[in-house]
């Protein structure tokens, strides 16, 4: 007589179970824990600020407000009346940051969207009944005729 370990068989992927769920969270707040660093950091370089040392380091301690060049060198300027050198200095290439965003942006769609093809119809039909939706399979089933007796309808030539 064989047994059946029920716990086999209620066992899902492990994205699926509360184990899975919180590992899948837990890594997904480190990411982002670790993005925002990252920009944070990008935000004081581009300020002209080091982080590691001297003034950089002391604002970089007791700022926690918007991540962005403009915001941090407006509060070292009225918290610490610091201003760089030359402002120009501070981020030679002006239009880095919007290529950054847009990059951002970009890469945030990527991993949004899987795929970026069109189902076709077939494909379409067999999601839809394998998901039980059967009023899109109607409307697909429909679709799928009245295409077929358009072109039945136009003359031959």
Same mark, same amino acid.
């Given at each position: 007589?064989?047994?059946?370990?029920?716990?086999?068989?209620?066992?899902?992927?492990?994205?699926?179970?509360?184990?899975?769920?919180?590992? $899948?969270?837990?890594?997904?707040?480190?990411?982002?824990?670790?993005?925002?660093?990252?920009?944070?950091?990008?935000?004081?370089?581009?300020?002209?600020?080091?982080?590691?040392?001297?003034?950089?380091?002391?604002?970089?301690?007791?700022?926690?407000?918007?991540?962005?060049?403009?915001?941090?060198?407006?509060?070292?300027?009225?918290?610490?009346?610091?201003?760089?050198?030359?402002?120009?200095?501070?981020?030679?290439?002006?239009?880095?940051?919007?290529?950054?965003?847009? $990059?951002?942006?970009?890469? $945030?769609?990527?991993?949004?969207?899987?795929?970026?093809?069109?189902?076709?119809?077939?494909?379409?039909?067999?999601?839809?009944?394998?998901?039980?939706?059967?009023?899109?399979?109607?409307?697909?089933?429909?679709?799928?005729?009245?295409?077929?007796?358009?072109?039945?309808?136009?003359? $031959?030539?």
């Amino acid at each position: 007589m064989t047994t059946h370990d029920p716990t086999d068989a209620a066992e899902a992927a492990d994205g699926e179970t509360g184990k899975g769920l919180r590992a $899948q969270l837990e890594a997904s707040l480190s990411e982002v824990k670790t993005l925002k660093a990252d920009a944070r950091d990008r935000a004081f370089v581009d300020a002209g600020l080091d982080t590691s040392k001297g003034m950089g380091k002391a604002i970089a301690q007791v700022y926690d407000g918007d991540v962005s060049r403009d915001a941090i060198l407006e509060f070292a300027r009225t918290e610490y009346d610091y201003t760089p050198d030359d402002p120009n200095a501070a981020q030679p290439y002006p239009q880095a940051e919007q290529v950054a965003l847009g $990059q951002a942006q970009l890469d $945030q769609v990527g991993n949004v969207s899987h795929s970026l093809t069109q189902s076709t119809r077939p494909e379409r039909l067999a999601k839809a009944r394998r998901a039980g939706d059967f009023e899109s399979e109607g409307a697909i089933m429909g679709a799928q005729m009245q295409s077929m007796m358009d072109a039945q309808a136009r003359p $031959q030539q």
